[in-house]
């Protein structure tokens, strides 16, 4: 994908405007070749999610396409104009899955978002989720969704709201720093009628308001060890409940969804620094299957079982006047499982898959006064085992791709008004 244009920019030294996602670095944000765009916290603080997911707060972004169904369902929007799974979601630099977690967090967990345009698959791994679309790719761009870190200011909210369909959402949210160490807390309730959406006549006819009820529970922390704050341990976790039905008996549903990073970073001197960082991304779903008559009967429940662990270390590496290094590996599990148990027999595994993914990567980035060149490269191998496709036996059991991915790019910053950038780069994702 090939990404090109041009920009004002704010200056190529250090500013107040500064960005990570390019290099995995806080840099100023004239001094990466692609194009960041950035939601400050002042950009944050007054956008109202109307369905409550997060990817509402970029839909007037460029090249952002965001198709929220509902308060009740995921995000299925584009980004770049090739689909939901050629743009990723991240969690302070790991992903997450693009279609539920913006759904299953809480804004107020997020400091800020940097959304890069055009493709990011060097430092930036695919997301090997199973459910929904499938894999994702940061071919089209990423976005980076920074956890709060440093709290400057003791802060305690409740907020309540009432509107159609009887939905009432209430809100408690609590932050504040001890010393060296900084922490919040949350907790969001909905509760909802919602709207008949059902077809007379047909499976999707409702006898009953479709009731959901979405619970979530945060919290996070973040502890310097130095004054210098060079050295940090941070966690956030966060649990969402999401229960309801569509409006019948016998068509309730039961969706969990736990998402957790661990991460450690600290300055080795002034010039090199180590990040590592660790997740947990568990997304357990059921529903119930009936048989539409009359009088309903219960024909099944089903669920999905999808767990995803992925694990990030790199260093940075500042060279000469203002060249800079960034070397990492990165790795992922993923175990995925779909079940059936009819009321007329047993239960019964659809699909039972597990996925490794493993990368090295590298990306050198080199500034020439108002010239900065960057190019990257990134060796990825991801093996599939499954043990069941459709209930049976699959005719390869097992499968494995390597490839050679590439980034690179140009830009050159005339003045302190107008630069001129090229991005371009490759990705893949498993047939």
Request: net charge negative; glycine share 8%.
């Amino acid at each position: 994908m090939v990404t090109f244009g041009q920009q004002a920019v704010q200056d190529t030294l250090p500013i107040n405007e500064v960005v990570i996602t390019g290099a995995k670095k806080i840099q100023s944000a004239g001094n990466v070749t692609q194009q960041i765009d950035v939601l400050t916290p002042a950009d944050l603080k007054p956008i109202i999610l109307g369905n409550t997911n997060i990817t509402e707060a970029l839909m007037y972004q460029p090249g952002m396409s965001v198709s929220v169904l509902s308060r009740n369902d995921a995000n299925w929007g584009t980004y770049g104009g090739i689909g939901p799974k050629y743009s990723t979601y991240m969690l302070s630099g790991i992903p997450v899955d693009a279609f539920i977690d913006p759904m299953a967090l809480d804004l107020n967990v997020v400091e800020r978002i940097e959304i890069e345009r055009g493709p990011a698959s060097v430092l930036y791994p695919n997301y090997l989720s199973q459910d929904f679309a499938g894999n994702q790719s940061p071919l089209a761009g990423t976005v980076n969704m920074l956890l709060k870190s440093k709290i400057e200011e003791q802060k305690l909210m409740a907020s309540t709201s009432y509107g159609s369909f009887n939905t009432f959402n209430g809100q408690l949210y609590f932050q504040d720093s001890y010393k060296k160490l900084n922490y919040f807390a949350g907790i969001n309730y909905e509760i909802s009628d919602y709207t008949d959406y059902g077809t007379e006549n047909s499976w999707l006819n409702m006898q009953d308001n479709p009731q959901y009820t979405k619970s979530k529970f945060y919290g996070g922390f973040t502890w310097f060890a130095d004054k210098a704050e060079k050295n940090k341990l941070s966690f956030f976790f966060n649990k969402t409940f999401h229960v309801g039905d569509a409006g019948r008996v016998y068509r309730g549903f039961n969706h969990d969804y736990t998402t957790m990073n661990l991460g450690y970073s600290v300055s080795l001197n002034q010039k090199t620094a180590l990040n590592m960082t660790f997740g947990l991304r568990n997304y357990v779903r059921t529903w119930q299957e009936s048989q539409f008559n009359t009088i309903d009967s219960l024909l099944s429940d089903n669920g999905v079982n999808q767990s995803i662990l992925p694990f990030d270390l790199h260093l940075t590496y500042e060279h000469g006047k203002a060249h800079l290094l960034t070397i990492g590996t990165d790795y992922q599990n993923a175990s995925y499982e779909t079940w059936s148990d009819p009321v007329a027999g047993e239960k019964q595994y659809g699909n039972k898959s597990i996925a490794l993914q493993a990368g090295i990567y590298a990306q050198e980035e080199l500034h020439f006064k108002g010239l900065i060149i960057r190019a990257g490269l990134r060796y990825s191998y991801v093996k599939n085992n499954i043990e069941l496709i459709s209930g049976g036996q699959p005719g390869t059991s097992s499968e494995d791709w390597s490839r050679l991915l590439w980034s690179g790019g140009l830009k050159y910053n005339f003045n302190r008004l107008a630069s001129l950038f090229f991005n371009a780069g490759n990705s893949f994702m498993t047939p």
